[in-house]
């Protein structure tokens, strides 16, 4: 019996659809290691792993790996996107209203969809994005 071993990066993006390139495997491994960072940040690291990327050439390789579920969008309101590699779990956010710092907050009840609709008006729902907002523990501590 052999023990499975964890795909690379580039296996990810080929089993996905996705075209193989430096860009997309700096940026998937860059949204994997960060914690909920929005596009300036991510392309600060992509180039620090190889180089000069444009803006646009970061926002397509994140519209294509958003699409292939290999990373997942948030967009808390009144916040630039951000982005994670924590996909296929029906995970939420909480989000501080001072700092804008972003933490993971497992499903709260049960099985996804975690929340049932009161009225769910004839749709089929798949997912619920539940936002929790307050203050995190730094800047509650600074008041």
């Known amino acids: 019996m052999t023990a499975s071993r964890t795909p690379t990066t580039a296996e ?18 860059t949204v994997r ?10 392309a600060s690291g992509v180039r620090d792993r190889v180089g000069h990327i444009s803006l646009q050439a970061v926002y397509e390789a ?15 309101a009144g916040s630039p996107a ?33 929340l049932h609709a009161s009225n769910d008006h004839g749709f089929s729902i798949d997912e619920a994005e539940v936002i929790f907002w307050g203050r995190c523990p730094d800047c509650s501590s600074s008041t």
């Open 12 to 29: 990810e993006l080929r089993g996905a659809g996705l075209r193989v390139t430096a860009a997309r495997v700096a940026l998937l491994e």
């Open 33 to 42: 290691h960060g914690d909920h960072l929005g596009v300036e940040e991510l």
């Open 62 to 76: 994140l519209h294509a790996l958003t699409a292939a579920g290999l990373v997942r969008r948030i967009e808390p």
């Open 82 to 114: 951000r982005f994670e590699g924590r996909v296929g779990d029906n995970h939420h956010h909480i989000v501080c209203r001072s700092c804008g710092a972003v933490a993971d907050v497992d499903c709260v009840v049960g099985h996804a969809p975690c």
